[in-house]
Every structure is written in structure tokens, then in C-alpha cells.
């Protein structure tokens, strides 16, 4: 049972919560990991990770991003912005330090907590995540699929090119690899129903999520001192693994697992490895 709701940020605005606590998942013997969907996805915890969390104790927090089901869209916002969501959450629940695990387009919003709440923040971890555009020594769209290319692309033109080309897209099988197509048709499936609700209820989280991608991230991986760990697969279409080994070497201390064989959604399945990772340096 996950407790969800809709947290108050004034001004009209609200952001859907939802709270995995210990007594729904075992004694917390662990910590609090604040879980940072895909685009489009809805921001429920990530249901194949409950059972490795539950065995650590954790408790899991979350929330759907501005513009998804009924989070408050907030146009022009950056992926910066994740870490004053984070903070106002933790806040009003009480949660004092937390570790963040974001996957594909939740891996810069986790970075983005990492680096701009270093007192807070205990450790990351960022799977299949896209590093900042532009940057120097990585060309950005190598290995991308073509859907994917253009629809980044139409974001780097402004809101309105990106909003046309949303508006006629369709599913591309081409993002994902047969390893993906496995793990989507058996312990991931879960990740394709919350990418169905999420796309149903119309584009605009989208829209902000890819928006904010290739705008300014508001901070730099330089910046994050914790731990982090940059989970990866070799043959993701989706986000190149240039990007993963781009961010590693711009990230003090990082840690990569390049897994060679996986691609977008099939290197979830190191998910459960990973996050005894986390466990381990979230003290």
C-alpha cells in the first residue's frame, strides 16, 4: 500500500505525492530514496525495486513531475527545480537526509538534488540518464534513435516545435533493444503501464521534461560530492552510453556499470544490485 497525495506548494500549485513507508515495506532499517521517474512515466515507486527495497528497509518517496496527471504544470522549469520539489516534500515530511535513484529522464532531477542539496542528499543513483546539451567532447545525438533525435531535437528549437512533433509522434519500437522488449514484457512491465497513464493524460509533463533536458540544467555534475553511481546499458538507443561515460568523468568520484549488453529498460534489471549500492553509502 502507498500512501499518495497532493501536497500544497501555494500559489495554486501542487505536486502529487507518493510515500512508500516502513510499515508497508519492512522495519526501516534502511533510508529514504527519493525515486525519479522516466518521460513520460507517473512518479509511483517503482514497483520491481519494492521487494530489494523492502529487504533493506527503505522507505520510498516520490511525486509525479509539474505538467503529469495531477502535479501543477510549470513551464520553464529546469531540472534545478527537482531539488526544491525534493526539499519541500522531505519538509513537510519530516525527512531530514535521503539518498535519489532517477532513471532516463529522472536521472538529471536526481543529479540535480546530488549537487544542490549537498547537506541532504546521501547518495545517487542515475540509470539510463542523458548528460547536459550541448556539451564539450561528446556529440550528443550519436547513437540515438531517430525518434528520439528529432523529438530532442524539436525540444533544442522551443516549446512550440517540440509541441508539433508531439502532437503527430507515435511508438517508435526502434528505442528499444530486444533485451528491453524482454524485461518490458515480464519484471518491467510495470513500467510500461505508468508510461501509458502518463502519455494518456496528454503531453505537457513531456513536454517540460524534454524542454528542460536540453535547456541549461541549472547546476553542473562537477558540483555533486556524494556518492553516485551512473547505471547504464551499452546498447541503449535511448541515451546513448556515451552520455553515462561523458557524466562519470565529470562527476568527482563517480562509479559507472556499464552493462554491454543492455539497453534502455533492460539495465533495470541491475536495479536491485544497484540500490544495495545505495544502501550500503546512504548512512
Known amino acids: 500500500m502507498i500512501a499518495e497525495t497532493d501536497l500544497d506548494l501555494g500559489g495554486g500549485r501542487a505536486l502529487h505525492v507518493y510515500d512508500a513507508r516502513p510499515e508497508e515495506t519492512g522495519p526501516q532499517a534502511g533510508p529514504v530514496v527519493f525515486w525519479h521517474h522516466g518521460t513520460p512515466n507517473t512518479g509511483e515507486p517503482p514497483e520491481p525495486l519494492l521487494p530489494a527495497g523492502a529487504r533493506n528497509g527503505v522507505r520510498w518517496v516520490s511525486y509525479d513531475r509539474p505538467g503529469y496527471l495531477s502535479s501543477t504544470p510549470h513551464p520553464g522549469r529546469d531540472c534545478a527545480s527537482a531539488a526544491g520539489y525534493v526539499a519541500t516534500i522531505a519538509d513537510a515530511l519530516g ?15 536526481a543529479l540535480a538534488c546530488a549537487a544542490l542539496l549537498p547537506d541532504r542528499v546521501q547518495a545517487v543513483i542515475c540509470a539510463a540518464g ?48 530486444p533485451a528491453d522488449l524482454a524485461a518490458l514484457g515480464g519484471p518491467w512491465a510495470w513500467l510500461a503501464r505508468i508510461a501509458g497513464e502518463a502519455s494518456q493524460a496528454g503531453p505537457e509533463g513531456q513536454l517540460e521534461d524534454d524542454l528542460a533536458l536540453v535547456a541549461p540544467w541549472g ?45 534502455h529498460v533492460s539495465v533495470l534489471d541491475a536495479g536491485p544490485a544497484a540500490l544495495e549500492w545505495l544502501c550500503d553509502l546512504a548512512v
Do not use: C, N
Request: glycine share 16%; charged share 20%; aromatic share 10%.
Open 130 to 177: 542523458l548528460a547536459p546539451y550541448p556539451t564539450d567532447g561528446l556529440d550528443w545525438f550519436a547513437g540515438m534513435y531517430p525518434g528520439g533525435a528529432a523529438t530532442l531535437g524539436a525540444a533544442a528549437k522551443g516549446r512550440e516545435a517540440l509541441a508539433e512533433l508531439l502532437a503527430g509522434s507515435e511508438y517508435d519500437p526502434q528505442m528499444f533493444t
Open 95 to 109: 525527512i531530514d537526509r535521503f539518498a535519489v535513484m532517477g532513471h532516463s529522464g529522472g536521472g538529471p532531477h
Open 219 to 263: 547546476f553542473e555534475p562537477g558540483q555533486i560530492r556524494a556518492p553516485v553511481l551512473y547505471l547504464h546499458g551499452g546498447r541503449d538507443r535511448v541515451a546513448p552510453a556515451t552520455h553515462a561515460q561523458w557524466l562519470a568523468g565529470h562527476t568527482p568520484g563517480a562509479e559507472l556499470w556499464l552493462r554491454p549488453d543492455d539497453g
